[in-house]
DNA sequence: GTGGTCTAGACCACT
DNA sequence: GTGGTCTAGACCACC
């Protein structure tokens, strides 16, 4: 994985995560790697890696069973909500730097059902 | 300006300079900074600097005269070009993370609906 | 400060900032100590002190502006939330330990008004 | 057992011991552990231990019979002495942390009520 | 100067 | 083995 620079990397590490669960390639209830196992896969330290549960604990994503594990959560709809989340950021951003080079709503909406169709 | 660990510089740095001219930040005809200007602005060294005007050159986009420096070219529609080509590229790239998050077009059109009358 | 080895520091440094700010010593809106200054006063590391303000944070006591410091924050009712919730706490752990010595609801309250015309 | 550094470590185990006699977990008569033995459960020096009896001893609580070990006494009415002792102590402590949070005997006692009722 | 992040490595409690 | 806490020290961004 590359880090970008600007962003602190225990949120990246968690986004990519969030993106998991959200496409589900990780299931409700799924047992996450243990921190030092997520400090190793994504070469961080395993400080780093227990931030990024803390961070996904707190948005009520994972829980934390001591001495067992950190566990996605089996609460319904959390999946989706997670993916909807995620959907609105990528497409706030989206928007904003199509604004930047100037094109309006319109132009926006013709250019993505172009691409949609290739 | 943060780079990408992923992506060659010259490549990053060359595509910020192409969406000032997309937007219009920097009009055609306009003189870009020299090698040595583009190095101290981006901190990237002068080598990559010069590589990001070799790309832009090969594009197209601007063009190098000798002991005068380097400019962006002036034929008409260029710009627009440009613009479109950017923003292809931002679509292509939105929609295939849209997609990896499981959503289908109809989906992807709803949220950005909603997000952009916000 | 002395420090109970069962309960984590940054919440014991915590629990003693929050009395302050609910007996009024810390007023609100007022500069807390910078992290680099708790941690002296206190004795515990700077990511200790850190910490400790990550935690009022996100329980709403205080803000922290980038390179200004942490201020108690100055909405209205904060004091006298953070007061009650002391005090229930308190209560609860004093009942407790009350009833382990086998005391009743109605011995409690006997003793209690003893001791508070002493 | 979880030792605040503040307090003596012999003062510390014989309260709690204090707090078995008065809740009747321990029984009037009944033998205590040997010095050893104490100082294995605890964790603590042995001459720690000792001195625990010591006072334990000097207070009435319990005596020490050469060759055969420490006891509680059996004198009518002391466990409910030590009861009341312990519950005065708690309470002491109770209504100095309530008041130095600022609250009044009139708060102290309607909190105290609604918790008492959960 | 401030807080924010990251690394490194230690020790503990729980299972 | 797991997560939780703490220390030590480094570098960065912001003011």
């Keep these: 994985m590359n880090f970008d620079t600007s962003i ?9 995560l969030k993106g998991k669960i959200a496409s589900g390639q ?8 243990s ?4 400090a190793q896969q994504y070469q961080i ?4 890696a227990a931030r ?3 961070v996904l604990e707190q948005e009520g994503i994972c829980e934390t069973r001591r001495g067992l594990g950190t ?3 089996e609460e319904i709809g959390m999946q989706q ?9 990528l497409t706030r951003s989206f928007l904003e730097r199509m604004r930047a ?7 926006i909406g013709k250019i993505l059902k172009e691409e949609e169709n290739r």
């Design 8 to 16: 602190p990397i225990y949120l990246q590490v968690g986004n990519d």
């Design 26 to 33: 990780i299931q409700p209830g799924e047992k996450l790697p």
């Design 35 to 38: 921190g030092r196992e997520l």
């Design 45 to 48: 330290n395993p400080n780093t």
């Design 52 to 54: 990024v549960y803390q």
């Design 71 to 73: 566990y996605v959560v």
């Design 81 to 89: 909500k997670v993916r909807e989340e995620m959907a609105r950021d």
């Design 101 to 107: 080079l100037g094109l309006s709503g319109e132009e």
